[in-house]
């Protein structure tokens, strides 16, 4: 999990994006306005809780709403466009079953301020990016344009007409919640809800000319980027806040529950929610306990977090002495050094530098000590070489690390 922060965070940094940090726990107000009432997350997945002044808490099930609260309480003294990113733990009291747990992390980023398609296809190359820097290449982008407030509520009546005809077709679930949000049988994975989705009318067929224009703009955006995609007309997300722009990941190994490694879109409305002014935004979040998923159904490695360059074994009260004094120069130089704690024999330390995942055992005994030198040993194949004490710091320093 720490590589695969790591390489998150030097990828966001890569294009401008900056970390930023919220609160594990909100208003449960935030998210109920903001994810939609009758979202997934509203009516069944939030872990909601009073504090002892009976206020209405709730663990952050998502990123992208309490990123834009501390925004706005900011927003004087931030960059236009604002790029932040972050990594950390969400929490959704969804049934557990693989690839859907109750807490899981999230790789997510947003851009705030910025309306043009090319923050849209931004967004969607650092996340291709970041899949294929895993080594990930069974991976789909599907992408819809869900339209604004100007052409989805017309959408939303020929829609809610269709399926009020082919009520008998969907889960008891939709045919009670059809009119609270006739959009979510679209999301739906049940089969039957798929083939009276397939069939349904279609938002990018009713876009207002300005959402088709910037849905287009996307297209050459991820086109000029070298990005292929497939339009996924059934594709709305299950949050409220969207607009325009949505988008998923899809590893098609996975089963379809666990399939979206991630998602997002564009959420031009949700400021205003808020009681901010305009502020259009963009953004995804990433569900890295699938990413790992996808990494073990691809056969590919899980990377790792950079291990120790050398384990530094003293032998003898002297050797030992030198050990720790070779440990704190090889640090202060940025070299990854360990050495033991106390007295122990040689082979026993050789067994912690292994277990430790070193790459080099340095050796100090006595006869070492005499020659002012140690044994430099690479623990992969056991090949040995005498090097100067002086010259360890120097000969480690460029190893660089593994991982
Ligand atoms: P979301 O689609 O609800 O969007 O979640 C994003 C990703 O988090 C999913 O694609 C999935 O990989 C992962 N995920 C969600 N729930 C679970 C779970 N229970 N267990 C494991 N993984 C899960 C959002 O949260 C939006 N805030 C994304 C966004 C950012 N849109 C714009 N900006």
Redesign the pocket.
Known sequence: MRALYDRAAALARLYGYRYVETPGFEATDLFARTSGETSD?VTKEMYTFEDRRRRSLTLRP???APVMRAYLAEMQEQPSPFKAYYLTR?Y?Y?RPQE????E?R?F?V?VFGAEDPGADAEVIAVGDAYLRGLGLTQIELQLNSIGDEVCRPAYREELLAFLRANRDRMTDEHRDHLEDNPLRVLDCKDEACRAVAKEAPKIIDRLCDPCRSHFDGVQAGLKDAGLSWVLEPTLV???DYYTRTAF?FVSPGLSPQQA??????R?DGLAEVLGGPHVPG??????L??VLMAIAQEGLGVPEEPGLTVFVVGVGDAGRARALDLARELRAAGVAADTAFGDRPLKAQLRMADRAGARYAAIVGDRELEGGSVTLRRLADGEQEDVSADALTTRLGGEGHAG
């Open positions: 997350v998502e990123g992208t969400m959704r969804a690839g859907r747990y109750r899981h999230q997510g947003e997300r299950g949050l998923e979206t490694l991630f998602g997002g879109g959420y963009v953004g995804f979040g990433m569900g306990e699938r």
